[in-house]
Each structure stands twice: as C-alpha cells, then as structure tokens.
C-alpha cells in the first residue's frame, strides 16, 4: 500500500529572484508517493501525521491519500518507506484536506503551507525522539554509561524524551549508547507527538510590599534622572556648614546650569561672596596704644571670638580699609576670602513636592496611594483606571522594591444565571424562519447555504445565531463561531456558555502553546460542539460541521494580510468553501457589510436578510409572586430603539473659535454632563501612544524608524523611560530625542494625537474620573476580558481605546461615544479608506444608547462633508453603499473587477526595483502575447515602501479573473501572493 504525503517543507522548485517566471501547471499541489510498512497498514488513514525519510534526513508529513496503485513516473525501488506515525488519531479530517486543496488552489499557496494552518499548534516543536524502556530491572553486563541512561529512564517511568536525557546524562557519545541498548532490545526508540502541558490564563496583578518608612525613604530615587532634584534633596539634607557652588555641582555630578535653574525658580538661593577678618593668636599680647583705630578693631575681633565681616568691622570701628592692611602687615589679623554659598529658598516641607515634580513621579505617588490600605493582590487594570499609570510605572515601582508585579491565574467571572429565551421581533422572526429553512437545505453534495444578516448596531444578530446552534446542536451537528478580535470572545463566550454550558471551547493564539494543544485536542476529540474564536479557529479539527458564523464579518482581520505567511486567505471565504465542502450552512454578520459581499448578497448569491431596527429587551411586567418555584418565568420584550443621534463637530470651527483642545467644546460638556449624571464614555481613537510624529520646526527633521522609514510614534511613560519612540509596524524602540538628531536645535515638537495624549487631556478635563486605556499597549496575555469586566462592572467611568472598542461590545451603561478624530485613514491612497472609514465610525457610534438611559455621538472631524462621515452620522449603510458603488465601478475595483497584488522584498533598494521591473516587463508581455483581459498596476513601490529593513516594491493585476492564468505560472523566489487583497499599501 502506498501514501500520498504533503511533508512540512518548501519542495517545489521555483526560478531566482533574478530569473523570468515559468509555466507549470498546479506546481503549488506537489505531494510524495511513500510506502506503508506492512506494521503500519492498519494503523495510518488520511490526516495521520507521520515521520518520513526525505533527502538524508526526516521530515514530518500529512497523509493525504492512500492507494494500491503505484504511481505510474515512479518505480518501485525509487519509494522509500514511511519511518512512523507521530499520532495514533488523524491530525486532519477528509474535510479538511479537501479544504486545504481548495485554499492551495485558491490563493497559490503551496500544500505544504495550507496544512499549516490546521496542524496542531506547535506542531514542530512539540515532536520529541521518546526512548521507552522494554524491562523492569536492570540487565546485566551494562556499561558505566548504559547504566546512567537506565537509571535516569527508571526514575522518569521507563519513559524520556530524548532532549531530557541530553540535559540531564553526562555522557560522551550518548545517542550511540542509546544505540546500543536498543540494538540488545532494552529500549525502544521512537518519534512522538507529546502535547504541552496546558496552563490556566494568567493576568498581572500587583501588590503593595514596603512598609511606609521605607516609601518615604526611597520616593527620592523615583523617577526620571534629575540633577536638579539631586542638588535640592542635597542643599534641604546638608548639615553643618553650607556648600559652595563649586562643592555642590562636584557631589552631584553636574555644572552650574541646574543650580542657576533652580535660583531663578526661587528655589535656593547663593549667598554673596564675603570677606572675613579673624583675629590671629598674637592679638592678644599686642601693644597698639600708639595705633588707637588698630587697637579698636583688634578688641571687637577678639570680643566676637571669630570671623567678622569686613564690612561690619569697618563700620562698627570707623576705621579704614588700611588699619585692616597694617593689622595684616603686623601678623595680628588674617583675611579670608569666602566662596558664595548655596543655601535653602523653600519652606522644609515643601521640598519633598518639588523633587517629585522635577522627577514626575506623580504616577508612581498615585499608585502608592491607591494600594495603601488595600490586603492582598489587585488587577493591574483597576489600577491603570484609577491612576492613568501604566505598565511603565508598575515596573519601575517593582524595580525599587516598593511593590511586586506578577501574573497569576485568571479566574474567569461566574457564568450569569440562564433565563428564558427572549421573544423575536417581527423582522427577528422572519430572519430566523430562513436561517430555520437555510439550516434544513444544507448538506453535503449540495449548493451552500450562506446568508448575510444586515442588522444594525443592537439589532438583535446574536440571538439569531444563538438559535441557529441551538438547532444544529439539535441535529448533532456541531458549529463554528468566528469573531473578529480576541477581545470580543470575552462577552461572547459568556454570551454561549450561558446558552450551552460546557460544550463551548474558545481557541485563539493568546493561549499558551499548552493550552492551545489542550482546546486543539479536545475539538479533535469531538468533547466541544461549539468553537469561538478569530479566524484561526476555522481550521480547527470540527467533526459533523453543522454552521459556521462569521460575526462582524466585513472586519479586515478576517484577511491575512503582510507579513504574509503563505497563504493570504480570507476567512469568510474559506468558511463558504469549508460550508460547501462540509455540507454545512454559513451565516455572516454586520452592521456595516463589507461591499464586496453586501453585492454578492444583492446579486443572488448569498441570502441577504436586513435586521433594520435597533432593539433593547425589557424584562416582563412585574407579576404577582408565584407559588411554585419551578414554574417559568415569562420571556423578557424586546422593544425597538433609535440608533443614537449623530453630532459632527467641524474642528475647523474650532480652532478658529480659539479652542487648541484636542476635545471639542460640545464634547467636553458632554463628557462632563455623562459624567455627573453617572453614566459612562467611550472616547475613540484610532493612534495608539502620545503623538503621532516628532519634528524638528527648524530643518524639518521627522524621526523615522532606521527599518521601516515610517514614522516613529511618541509615547510618554513613568520611570527611566520616560519617553520613547515605537515603530508600530516592528516594534523599533529608541528614546525620544531632546535635541535634533541633524541640526541640534531645542525646537522638537510632537504633533498629532494618540491615545495617552487623549487620556491625559481627560484627565485635565474632568480629575476625578475613573479613565480605562485599551490599547495594544495596555491590553496583553489574557487582560482583555478583565478590561471588559472591569468596566461593566462601572470600576472605569471613560474608555479610551483603538480599533479594539469599536468592534461588538455591548455596554449598556454608555450614553456618549466621541470620536477624537474622523480622518485618521480618510486619504491613505487605497481603494477602501472611505469604505474602512464609514464602517469604523458606524461601529463605534454603535456602542452608544444600548439601555433606556438612550445616549448620544460626537464625531470630530476636518472635513465633515465628507460621503463617509454624512453617512455614518445618519447611521445610513445604503447611502454610503450606493456612492461608494458608483465609484469602485468607474474606478475598475471590487467587486467589479478582481485583484491580485504581488509583493517583493529585499535589503537592497535597488535589488528591489530591478527584480520588480523585471517581472513587471514579463507580465505585461505575456498578458498581451495571450491577450488576457487583465490590467497591470505597476511595478512602482508600496505606500510604506520600507518594513524592516526591508524595501517593497508591488505589481497589481486588475481583471475578471487574473488568478485562473496565475495558476499556472511559476513566480521567482521571494514573490508574495496577496489574492483579492483588501489593501494596496
């Protein structure tokens, strides 16, 4: 019996990157022809993983086919046997192979790279040489070495991996010890697949561990390096005589600047210098009787019994400066000459206050005051709201030994008690009867089901999809649940465990690799029916696949975009074709539907079903207190609500009324009126840090990243680093410059805004309000659920975030939603800003007026006219559908035309350019040598043309279908392949 074997390597052969492309058909298919032992016949089917030999050494492998028949190009000598199964269960299902041809096909990725995606997480790692011991007692006649293996496999249970036994046995030469043993029967070697050991999500939490003297004792050495702070803690702690300039810059360290600095703040003082005389011991046996003005001067000297001013003792005598210079002369008196002194200009206790200033350390105090009295751990997150410190802070604190950081075990909230399932609405009802009819049509042989549910924000989808893997659970099939970020599975996993206990499994790529393998396993295993999480969970293990949803399924995580692992699918895509194959229906979701598949839901080929009106559920009438306790409580009324109104402030208006605030007048009074009548915000914007660029006004030098050539993004935090620039796209990092780089000006300004400029403005604005930052830079591991509770349980009184709270969640207690900037990617040059615009705007607005309490939207902007922002402020999709429409159709782009972008990359600019005008002019002349109906854009360079450290350069092909001619073209090395890309920067 032969197997056919996609190994888990590049094995296709592909031109230079300084060669023409080739014509092969399906090269992106390749597998290996293998035999089967006649040990393994029984035990290998489709989707094993096993080890197999390939060139001198071994690989890893999926059987994708098995046969009698071998091979027709291939002889029988020329098969090599497979080595081992890794897995006693397939790692893959028949759907899913089916499903990785599919994708190979579909976006000209190579099989080796599509079975990627389904393998079990880690799977590379995760593989281990196992040495099993076959005897109980030790055999005799063993070597000093042999025994040291024995020993160490009898104390692990007769079983070791093979990377233990290397650590942990100091042997010369030990795989050939294995060897041996095994060559005498004693040991059994063989590769496995051993799963990591799962570990529960962990969160960071703090707590307070000095006592109160040993705060006050180090709240000096806090902060930012500060020679000021240092001469004014030294100057307030001097005992004895006073310093001179000179002794104090000497003990700190540092010039006469910073002394200067703090004189003209009024904060020491520097005496004038002085000139003393003091008596010498010859004074007192002196005869002056004939030099009356002398002798004057000797006796107050000598009355005093120290150094007098010369001054005062000129003026309390009457003499001259010569009867002090005859004194002299005598070797009765001596003149000293003192040095200014540095002295105290504060009160004592307010010395204290001035270091923290000059050190900013007003985070590290807050933090101090809202642990002290606490027992036990706190979240990091209720501290971030509390005090607007940030992980920066918490850190430097932990530094100093005033407080420890830790991660420990998340525990999840308690699932809410199950209640009655809510009464439809009329267009509830009507949707549900054709997904009802849809769930019954699907099968496998059949035309896919799919739908598009076009609800508006709070319109009720969830419960539609609720009621939909209620009916599949029903028919024993099981289902798939896609959300678009890993922040949303929080709300919606309560959302379905509370529907269907126990039979949820959430799986995402911020588990751990163990627990990633565990929820992998246990949907293998078929012991979870329903899968939540983002587009990787499509490619998890589900047998008897029964639905599929994509929940907010115009968001552009769903594609995978640069840096592109082969292959650049989309998940709603891939679910159609996984529904197809698997027989099951798939049902999309939105408020604002991508166009793309909002035409095809026009055009006949998804189900297209509207859900136009907002809706809130209220609990039934109050009734009188039943007597059984088992008898069931009414279902709660869903009754319509207005979609919150819309205000768009023009920031031109404002600017030219005065107001240099990043938050509009009529957003301020807002977010001060929800704040007294005890209500929440949401404030969006979609920058991450302080400010979006540094500039230098002078020579207009912008900070860029050394990599990526974009620029370098500010941010401001506590502790050493108090201030640093990031590359968001590699994560670059170098401290922000206090003089320009090039022309060493002082003239270094920040512009644009970012999330902690727009929490620090709040925080001017209204004090004592509670703010919550969430943003990639505050929310990490397994935060975001905490973030989310945190603030449904009303710890936070302002969420300030990204793109991450404008996606799903449902906070009733929001009565005002502003948008700090509209335009953030109104006119980056690609052909869906207006689109990506219209639906970030809608989404957020969403979030306002999901409770009685009704709510409001404030959306800032400089150009208000805009077709984008008049539709989302009239919360109105068909509007914006129809325009944008009409452009996308003069322009030639999606939906009536289909894309398909290459990329290259090099170190080399000029590597870059040539390698891509080349392939360019290959393109272009094949294209008219076949005639194919396919516009060429380009060769020219991305948008962000450097990532990296590496240059970029991009050919579009624009026509009803470039990807059937690409199927059979042969790209060099290093060309990427983004089909049906949904961004060309």
Same mark, same amino acid.
């Given at each position: 019996?032969?197997?056919?074997?996609?190994?888990?390597?590049?094995?296709?052969?592909?031109?230079?990157?300084?060669?023409?492309?080739?014509?092969?058909?399906?090269?992106?298919?390749?597998?290996?022809?293998?035999?089967?032992?006649?040990?393994?016949?029984?035990?290998?089917?489709?989707?094993?993983?096993?080890?197999?030999?390939?060139?001198?050494?071994?690989?890893?492998?999926?059987?994708?086919?098995?046969?009698?028949?071998?091979?027709?190009?291939?002889?029988?000598?020329?098969?090599?046997?497979?080595?081992?199964?890794?897995?006693?269960?397939?790692?893959?299902?028949?759907?899913?192979?089916?499903?990785?041809?599919?994708?190979?096909?579909?976006?000209?990725?190579?099989?080796?790279?599509?079975?990627?995606?389904?393998?079990?997480?880690?799977?590379?790692?995760?593989?281990?040489?196992?040495?099993?011991?076959?005897?109980?007692?030790?055999?005799?006649?063993?070597? $000093?070495?042999?025994?040291? @293996?024995?020993? &160490? /496999?009898? #104390? *692990? %249970? =007769?079983?070791?991996?093979?990377?233990? +036994? !290397?650590?942990?046995?100091?042997?010369?030469?030990?795989?050939?010890?294995?060897?041996?043993?095994?060559?005498?029967?004693?040991?059994?070697?063989?590769?496995?697949?051993?799963?990591?050991?799962?570990?529960?999500?962990?969160?960071?939490?703090?707590?307070?561990?000095?006592?109160?003297?040993?705060?006050?004792?180090?709240?000096?050495?806090?902060?930012?390096?500060?020679?000021?702070?240092?001469?004014?803690?030294?100057?307030?702690?001097?005992?004895?005589?006073?310093?001179?300039?000179?002794?104090?810059?000497?003990?700190?360290?540092?010039?006469?600047?910073?002394?200067?600095?703090?004189?003209?703040?009024?904060?020491?003082?520097?005496?004038?210098?002085?000139?003393?005389?003091?008596?010498?011991?010859?004074?007192?046996?002196?005869?002056?009787?004939?030099? $009356?003005?002398?002798?004057? @001067?000797?006796? &107050? /000297?000598? #009355? *005093? %019994? =120290?150094?007098?001013?010369?001054?005062? +003792? !000129?003026?309390?005598?009457?003499?001259?400066?010569?009867?002090?210079?005859?004194?002299?002369?005598?070797?009765?008196?001596?003149?000293?000459?003192?040095?200014?002194?540095?002295?105290?200009?504060?009160?004592?206790?307010?010395?204290?206050?001035?270091?923290?200033?000059?050190?900013?350390?007003?985070?590290?105090?807050?933090?101090?005051?809202?642990?002290?009295?606490?027992?036990?751990?706190?979240?990091?997150?209720?501290?971030?709201?509390?005090?607007?410190?940030?992980?920066?802070?918490?850190?430097?604190?932990?530094?100093?030994?005033?407080?420890?950081?830790?991660?420990?075990?998340?525990?999840?909230?308690?699932?809410?008690?199950?209640?009655?399932?809510?009464?439809?609405?009329?267009?509830?009802?009507?949707?549900?009867?054709?997904?009802?009819?849809?769930?019954?049509?699907?099968?496998?042989?059949?035309?896919?089901?799919?739908?598009?549910?076009?609800?508006?924000?709070?319109?009720?989808?969830?419960?539609?999809?609720?009621?939909?893997?209620?009916?599949?659970?029903?028919?024993?099939?099981?289902?798939?649940?896609?959300?678009?970020?890993?922040?949303?599975?929080?709300?919606?996993?309560?959302?379905?465990?509370?529907?269907?206990?126990?039979?949820?499994?959430?799986?995402?790529?911020?588990?751990?690799?163990?627990?990633?393998?565990?929820?992998?396993?246990?949907?293998?295993?078929?012991?979870?029916?329903?899968?939540?999480?983002?587009?990787?969970?499509?490619?998890?293990?589900?047998?008897?696949?029964?639905?599929?949803?994509?929940?907010?399924?115009?968001?552009?995580?769903?594609?995978?975009?640069?840096?592109?692992?082969?292959?650049?699918?989309?998940?709603?895509?891939?679910?159609?074709?996984?529904?197809?194959?698997?027989?099951?229906?798939?049902?999309?979701?939105?408020?604002?539907?991508?166009?793309?598949?909002?035409?095809?839901?026009?055009?006949?080929?998804?189900?297209?079903?509207?859900?136009?009106?907002?809706?809130?559920?209220?609990?039934?009438?109050?009734?009188?207190?039943?007597?059984?306790?088992?008898?069931?409580?009414?279902?709660?009324?869903?009754?319509?609500?207005?979609?919150?109104?819309?205000?768009?402030?023009?920031?031109?208006?404002?600017?030219?009324?005065?107001?240099?605030?990043?938050?509009?007048?009529?957003?301020?009074?807002?977010?001060?009126?929800?704040?007294?009548?005890?209500?929440?915000?949401?404030?969006?914007?979609?920058?991450?840090?302080?400010?979006?660029?540094?500039?230098?006004?002078?020579?207009?030098?912008?900070?860029?990243?050394?990599?990526?050539?974009?620029?370098?993004?500010?941010?401001?935090?506590?502790?050493?680093?108090?201030?640093?620039?990031?590359?968001?796209?590699?994560?670059?990092?170098?401290?922000?410059?206090?003089?320009?780089?090039?022309?060493?000006?002082?003239?270094?300004?920040?512009?644009?805004?970012?999330?902690?400029?727009?929490?620090?403005?709040?925080?001017?604005?209204?004090?004592?309000?509670?703010?919550?930052?969430?943003?990639?830079?505050?929310?990490?591991?397994?935060?975001?659920?905490?973030?989310?509770?945190?603030?449904?349980?009303?710890?936070?009184?302002?969420?300030?975030?990204?793109?991450?709270?404008?996606?799903?969640?449902?906070?009733?207690?929001?009565?005002?939603?502003?948008?700090?900037?509209?335009?953030?990617?109104?006119?980056?040059?690609?052909?869906?800003?207006?689109?990506?615009?219209?639906?970030?705007?809608?989404?957020?607005?969403?979030?306002?007026?999901?409770?009685?309490?009704?709510?409001?939207?404030?959306?800032?902007?400089?150009?208000?006219?805009?077709?984008?922002?008049?539709?989302?402020?009239?919360?109105?999709?068909?509007?914006?559908?129809?325009?944008?429409?009409?452009?996308?159709?003069?322009?030639?782009?999606?939906?009536?035309?289909?894309?398909?972008?290459?990329?290259?990359?090099?170190?080399?600019?000029?590597?870059?350019?040539?390698?891509?005008?080349?392939?360019?002019?290959?393109?272009?002349?094949?294209?008219?040598?076949?005639?194919?109906?396919?516009?060429?854009?380009?060769?020219?360079?991305?948008?962000?043309?450097?990532?990296?450290?590496?240059?970029?350069?991009?050919?579009?092909?624009?026509?009803?279908?470039?990807?059937?001619?690409?199927?059979?073209?042969?790209?060099?090395?290093?060309?990427?392949?983004?089909?049906?890309?949904?961004?060309?920067?």
């Amino acid at each position: 019996m032969f197997a056919e074997i996609v190994v888990n390597r590049p094995t296709h052969r592909r031109p230079q990157p300084g060669d023409d492309p080739g014509y092969r058909d399906a090269w992106y298919l390749v597998t290996y022809t293998y035999r089967l032992p006649s040990h393994l016949q029984d035990k290998v089917r489709p989707g094993h993983l096993v080890l197999v030999p390939l060139g001198a050494s071994n690989a890893l492998g999926i059987v994708v086919a098995l046969t009698d028949a071998l091979p027709e190009h291939l002889t029988e000598t020329a098969i090599r046997d497979v080595a081992e199964v890794l897995d006693p269960l397939p790692v893959v299902t028949p759907v899913q192979i089916e499903l990785a041809y599919w994708i190979a096909n579909q976006y000209l990725a190579p099989l080796s790279e599509t079975f990627r995606l389904m393998l079990p997480p880690g799977i590379e790692e995760r593989t281990f040489v196992v040495i099993t011991q076959r005897t109980e007692g030790m055999p005799g006649g063993l070597a $000093p070495e042999e025994q040291e @293996v024995w020993r &160490l /496999l009898q #104390s *692990r %249970g =007769g079983r070791a991996r093979l990377s233990t +036994l !290397l650590a942990q046995v100091h042997v010369d030469q030990l795989e050939a010890t294995i060897d041996r043993l095994a060559e005498r029967g004693l040991v059994m070697v063989h590769h496995a697949l051993v799963p990591p050991r799962p570990l529960p999500p962990r969160v960071q939490y703090v707590r307070l561990v000095a006592d109160e003297a040993t705060i006050q004792a180090t709240l000096p050495r806090l902060g930012r390096s500060s020679s000021r702070a240092d001469l004014l803690m030294l100057v307030a702690r001097q005992r004895g005589a006073p310093l001179t300039v000179g002794e104090l810059c000497q003990r700190v360290g540092c010039r006469e600047e910073p002394v200067r600095a703090l004189v003209e703040r009024g904060w020491l003082k520097i005496t004038e210098p002085r000139t003393l005389i003091v008596a010498l011991p010859e004074a007192r046996t002196a005869d002056l009787a004939r030099a $009356p003005r002398q002798a004057a @001067v000797l006796s &107050l /000297l000598l #009355s *005093r %019994g =120290g150094p007098v001013e010369k001054k005062e +003792l !000129l003026a309390r005598t009457g003499a001259s400066p010569t009867v002090i210079t005859a004194l002299e002369e005598k070797g009765l008196v001596q003149r000293i000459r003192e040095e200014p002194m540095v002295l105290l200009a504060l009160p004592p206790d307010q010395v204290m206050n001035r270091i923290i200033e000059l050190r900013g350390i007003e985070k590290e105090l807050a933090v101090l005051a809202a642990l002290r009295g606490t027992v036990g751990r706190v979240w990091v997150g209720g501290i971030y709201a509390q005090t607007g410190a940030d992980l920066g802070t918490l850190r430097h604190l932990a530094d100093h030994g005033l407080i420890s950081l830790h991660a420990e075990q998340f525990d999840r909230p308690p699932l809410p008690d199950r209640r009655p399932l809510p009464s439809l609405t009329s267009d509830q009802e009507a949707v549900w009867r054709e997904i009802e009819r849809g769930l019954h049509q699907a099968g496998a042989g059949k035309e896919p089901y799919v739908a598009l549910i076009h609800g508006v924000t709070g319109s009720g989808k969830t419960e539609i999809y609720l009621r939909a893997l209620a009916a599949t659970l029903t028919k024993g099939q099981r289902a798939i649940v896609l959300v678009p970020e890993i922040s949303l599975t929080a709300q919606t996993v309560q959302r379905f465990e509370a529907r269907f206990p126990g039979r949820v499994a959430v799986f995402h790529s911020r588990l751990t690799p163990g627990q990633r393998y565990a929820v992998w396993d246990r949907i293998r295993r078929g012991e979870a029916d329903i899968v939540i999480g983002p587009r990787s969970a499509l490619f998890t293990p589900v047998s008897r696949l029964g639905l599929i949803v994509l929940d907010e399924v115009h968001d552009h995580s769903y594609k995978q975009m640069e840096p592109i692992p082969l292959p650049a699918y989309h998940a709603r895509d891939v679910a159609v074709a996984l529904g197809r194959i698997a027989g099951a229906a798939v049902v999309l979701g939105s408020a604002t539907p991508d166009l793309v598949s909002y035409y095809r839901a026009t055009h006949g080929i998804y189900h297209l079903l509207e859900l136009p009106q907002r809706i809130m559920t209220q609990p039934p009438a109050a009734a009188p207190q039943r007597a059984r306790r088992q008898e069931v409580l009414p279902s709660p009324r869903p009754v319509s609500a207005p979609l919150p109104p819309v205000q768009v402030v023009d920031l031109r208006q404002e600017l030219q009324a005065g107001n240099r605030s990043i938050l509009s007048r009529v957003l301020q009074k807002a977010l001060q009126q929800t704040l007294e009548a005890g209500e929440q915000a949401i404030l969006f914007l979609n920058r991450r840090g302080t400010a979006t660029f540094v500039l230098c006004r002078d020579c207009g030098y912008v900070a860029r990243c050394p990599r990526c050539e974009v620029p370098l993004t500010f941010h401001r935090s506590a502790g050493s680093e108090s201030s640093r620039l990031i590359c968001h796209r590699c994560n670059h990092r170098e401290p922000a410059p206090v003089l320009c780089p090039q022309c060493k000006s002082r003239r270094i300004r920040y512009f644009g805004l970012g999330t902690e400029r727009v929490e620090a403005a709040v925080r001017e604005l209204c004090p004592e309000a509670r703010l919550l930052r969430w943003d990639r830079d505050t929310a990490t591991s397994a935060e975001p659920e905490q973030f989310l509770q945190a603030f449904i349980e009303r710890r936070a009184d302002v969420l300030i975030g990204t793109q991450m709270i404008a996606k799903g969640l449902d906070f009733p207690m929001v009565t005002l939603v502003g948008v700090i900037s509209a335009d953030t990617a109104l006119y980056l040059p690609d052909y869906r800003t207006a689109e990506t615009t219209f639906q970030l705007l809608t989404q957020v607005a969403g979030r306002a007026g999901r409770s009685s309490r009704g709510g409001q939207v404030i959306i800032q902007t400089y150009n208000p006219d805009h077709y984008a922002i008049q539709a989302a402020a009239k919360h109105d999709f068909h509007r914006f559908y129809r325009q944008e429409l009409t452009h996308r159709r003069q322009l030639g782009y999606p939906p009536f035309a289909r894309l398909v972008a290459l990329r290259f990359s090099d170190p080399d600019p000029e590597r870059c350019r040539a390698a891509a005008e080349r392939l360019g002019r290959w393109l272009a002349a094949e294209i008219q040598r076949l005639g194919r109906p396919i516009d060429l854009i380009g060769p020219a360079p991305c948008f962000f043309s450097r990532v990296r450290g590496r240059t970029r350069w991009q050919i579009v092909l624009r026509g009803p279908d470039p990807l059937s001619w690409l199927q059979g073209v042969v790209l060099p090395w290093g060309w990427q392949v983004d089909v049906d890309p949904i961004s060309l920067l």
